[in-house]
T-cell receptor, first 112, second 112 residues
Framework: GENVEQHPSTLSVQEGDSAVIKCTYS??????FPWYKQELGKRPQLIID?????GEKKDQRIAVTLNKTAKHFSLHITETQPEDSAVYFC???????????FGTGTSLTVIP | KAGVTQTPRYLIKTRGQQVTLSCSPI?????VSWYQQTPGQGLQFLFE???????NKGNFPGRFSGRQFSNSRSEMNVSTLELGDSALYLC???????????FGPGTRLTVL
């Protein structure tokens, strides 16, 4: 089955700096890669996603890049703000239904 | 549009008992997936239901089962509860096909 690895497990940045979280996947058939943000005690919220026919996608301060050859994808957050502090999860899914394989999460702390 | 709802939000059971959790998807969403979230294992896929049929299944023992009704509402059942079943159980709904999943608030199950 699919195996998704996520690094780093914790990340602290100064407010205004950029944060990068990286994930690798093992199954070349995976073709959908969402990123979720989960604040303490709350549900995971989709923040951005990318499909395998696209190399990069941006939404304001958030961007995701995908390298299909190397089987890795990354989340980039620019101009970080304290409200960006949360746990971020990457996931991978194939075209066989909505079965998501999640990374183990990155706890991001933005220091004011 | 109302979001994904889950009931109950909190549940305390003892070992050996069984439990049923409920999930109501976003109106129009036909796919419901269930995940178990624990600090040690992260988010792990349990199963997915689409049009009342189990479409995908994760690597959980047969004590974990589910079903989906004609209105797309889904239930999951855990029989013969074990201490290790203590977790946050999340359901997520999505439109048919491979689309972004929207999570419910989860049911926090504690097994004593």
């Amino acid at each position: 089955g699919e195996n998704v690895e996520q690094h780093p497990s914790t990340l602290s940045v100064q407010e205004g700096d950029s944060a990068v979280i990286k994930c690798t996947y093992s199954d070349s058939a995976s073709n959908y890669f969402p990123w979720y943000k989960q604040e303490l005690g709350k549900r995971p919220q989709l923040i951005i996603d990318i499909r395998s026919n696209v190399g990069e996608k941006k939404d304001q301060r958030i961007a995701v890049t995908l390298n299909k050859t190397a089987k890795h994808f990354s989340l980039h957050i620019t101009e970080t703000q304290p409200e960006d502090s949360a746990v971020y999860f990457c996931a991978a899914s194939k075209n066989t239904g909505n079965q998501f394989y999640f990374g183990t999460g990155t706890s991001l702390t933005v220091i004011p | 549009k109302a979001g994904v709802t889950q009931t109950p939000r909190y549940l305390i059971k003892t070992r050996g008992q069984q439990v049923t959790l409920s999930c109501s998807p976003i109106s129009g969403h036909r796919s419901v997936s269930w995940y178990q979230q624990t600090p040690g294992q992260g988010l792990q896929f349990l199963f997915e239901y689409f049009s009342e049929t189990q479409r995908n299944k994760g690597n959980f023992p047969g004590r974990f089962s589910g079903r989906q009704f004609s209105n797309s509402r889904s239930e999951m059942n855990v029989s013969t509860l074990e201490l290790g079943d203590s977790a946050l159980y999340l359901c997520a709904s999505s439109l048919a096909g491979i689309n972004e999943q929207f999570f419910g608030p989860g049911t926090r199950l504690t097994v004593l």
